[in-house]
């Protein structure tokens, strides 16, 4: 259950919506652009960095406990 203690240790979970951003956490807020960066192979090397940026940002549990449930009224948005 997400209310577990430790539920989010082993979490390796994103998504990426369809209109492009990168979603660190079904339960975080906003997300990271992606989509100016998937036009061109060309750019691959700053997706690549911007993705690996944003996973050093990634919490390391939600927000539950606090009242934070981020962008879950909208889940079916990013496929969750
Ligand atoms: S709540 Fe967020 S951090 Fe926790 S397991 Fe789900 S996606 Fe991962």
Do not use: W
Not at 9 to 33: E, K, M, Q, T
Not at 48 to 69: D, P, V, W
């Amino acid at each position: 259950m997400p209310y577990e203690k430790d539920f989010c240790a082993s979490c390796n979970r994103l998504r990426v919506s369809a209109i492009g951003n990168l979603h660190l956490c079904l339960f975080g807020d906003g997300g990271v652009p992606l989509r100016d960066l998937l036009a061109s192979d060309a750019q691959q090397d700053e997706l690549q960095a911007r993705i690996a940026y944003s996973l050093g940002q990634k919490k390391q549990t939600h927000f539950l406990h606090q009242g934070n449930t981020g962008i879950t009224q909208n889940l079916s948005f990013i496929g969750g």
